[in-house]
């Protein structure tokens, strides 16, 4: 069994920043890729950013040039730091990893997800 558990998630002022990492647990023989997906209020799950196992990095345009996606491959933990927020970043946030385990298939894990509200 695997387990994302995420952390750093809070009530920050826009402008400021804020790190969010996962931890991903349990039976785990490697992961693929990790990401960070965010559902606003009566609006869709989207993707934030997702990381490969070699670095490989994509991000949505909105947040471009103000998230950075990082990952620690031997601590199976993925990192978003978060800069320049603005209101409209204000989502529970959802960790993703594709995880090869005990069935030997990659399967997706998500996160129980973490709130970021950008208010003054």
């Known amino acids: 069994q695997v387990q994302l558990v995420e952390s750093g998630g809070g009530l920050v002022q826009p402008g400021g920043s804020l790190k969010l990492s996962c931890a991903a647990s349990?039976?785990?023989?490697?992961?693929?890729?990790m990401g960070w997906y965010r559902q606003a209020p009566g609006k869709q799950r989207e993707l934030v950013a997702t990381?490969?196992?070699?670095?490989?990095?994509k991000y949505a345009d909105s947040v471009k040039g103000r998230f950075t996606i990082s990952r620690d491959n031997a601590k199976n933990t993925v990192y978003l730091q978060m800069n320049s927020l603005k209101p409209e970043d204000t989502a529970v946030y959802y960790c993703?990893?594709?995880?090869?385990?005990?069935?030997?298939?990659?399967?997706?894990?998500w996160g129980q997800g973490t709130l970021v509200t950008v208010s003054s």
């Open positions: 993703n990893a594709d995880v090869l385990g005990a069935t030997l298939r990659y399967l997706e894990h």
């Open positions: 349990g039976s785990i023989l490697s992961i693929n890729t």
């Open positions: 990381i490969t196992s070699g670095g490989r990095t």
